[in-house]
C-alpha cells in the first residue's frame, strides 16, 4: 500500500480524515508504525491525492490532516479487451492493470471462456482489486470495466466504434506475421485472449471489424504475462 485511498464521503472536511477501514490499518500499524507528526500519502478515490500529517493515531482510527496537494500519476492511453480468463488469473490480471495505469478494461467472452467464469463471486469483487491496484500505485483514478457476455456482439457492434486512424486496434496472436510494436505515441485497444487462445474463427472476425493481428514472438504466453509484456512494450 503505497497511498491511501479514502472515500469522498470520509473527506468532507479539509481539517482532519479518519482512516479506520480495519485492512487499511492493519497495515499501516503492521508495515509502517506511524507516530503522531509522521506524513502520510493519502487520496479521495475518483479525486485528489494528498501529502498529509498524522494527528492522532487512537485503536479505532488514524487521524491526518491534508499538508498538500500531489500529482496523480497518469494514465495509459490503453483500452484493454481482455477475454474473461480463470476467476484467479483475473484477480491478479485486474491488480496489475490497474496498477500499471490501465484507462479501460473491458471484459469479454470467447469459444475457450468457460461459461461458469461468468457466474464466479470474484466478478462481485472488482471493485477490491481495484483498489489494491490503486493503493499499490498511489493512484486515484479507477478504470471503467465494461463486461460483454457475447463475442460475436462486442466485436460487430462495440469494437468498431473503438477504432480510429488515431486508434487502432491490435489482438495478440502467436501466429500472425506481423510483430507487436513497440513505444507507439498514440492510444490504441489491446484484445488479449483466454489461456488456449482465440480461435481462427474468432481471429479472423477480429480483423475483418478493425483490428490489426500481432505477435510477440515464437513463445506461448501466459495470460497475465502477455499482458504486463505488452503494455510495457507499447508504452515503455
Avoid at 500499524?29 to 507516530?35: P, T, W, Y
Wanted: hydrophobic share 40%; proline share 6%; glycine share 6%.
Amino acid at each position: 500500500m503505497n497511498i491511501v485511498l479514502l472515500e469522498a464521503e470520509q473527506c468532507s472536511s479539509m481539517d482532519a480524515w479518519q482512516i479506520n477501514q480495519s485492512r487499511q490499518l492493519q497495515h499501516l500499524r503492521q508495515h509502517l508504525q506511524l507516530n503522531v507528526g509522521d506524513t502520510l500519502k493519502v487520496g479521495i478515490r475518483a479525486g485528489q491525492r494528498y501529502l498529509t500529517e498524522v494527528v492522532c493515531i487512537t485503536e479505532q482510527a488514524i487521524t491526518v490532516r491534508p499538508i498538500q496537494t500531489e500529482a496523480v500519476p497518469a494514465k495509459l492511453p490503453v483500452h484493454l479487451i481482455l477475454a474473461l480468463p480463470r476467476p484467479k488469473v483475473l484477480r491478479r490480471i485486474i491488480m496489475d492493470a490497474v496498477t500499471l495505469g490501465v484507462e479501460r478494461i473491458s471484459l469479454i467472452h470467447s469459444y475457450r471462456v468457460d461459461k461458469s467464469y461468468w457466474q464466479t463471486p470474484f466478478l462481485q469483487q472488482l471493485n477490491d482489486y481495484v483498489t489494491l491496484g490503486l493503493e499499490q500505485a498511489g493512484d486515484t483514478i479507477a478504470p471503467d470495466i465494461q463486461m460483454y457476455k457475447r463475442f460475436k456482439p462486442f466485436v460487430e457492434d462495440v469494437l468498431p466504434t473503438l477504432i480510429r486512424a488515431e486508434q487502432p486496434a491490435y489482438v495478440a496472436h502467436p501466429y500472425a506475421e506481423q510483430k507487436m510494436p513497440y513505444a507507439i505515441p498514440h492510444a490504441c485497444s489491446l484484445i488479449i485472449g483466454p489461456e488456449g487462445g482465440f480461435i481462427p474463427y474468432e481471429v479472423d472476425l477480429l480483423q475483418k471489424n478493425g483490428c490489426q493481428a500481432m505477435c510477440l514472438g515464437n513463445r506461448i504466453l501466459r495470460t497475465e504475462t502477455a499482458v504486463s509484456n505488452i503494455l510495457g512494450r507499447l508504452f515503455v
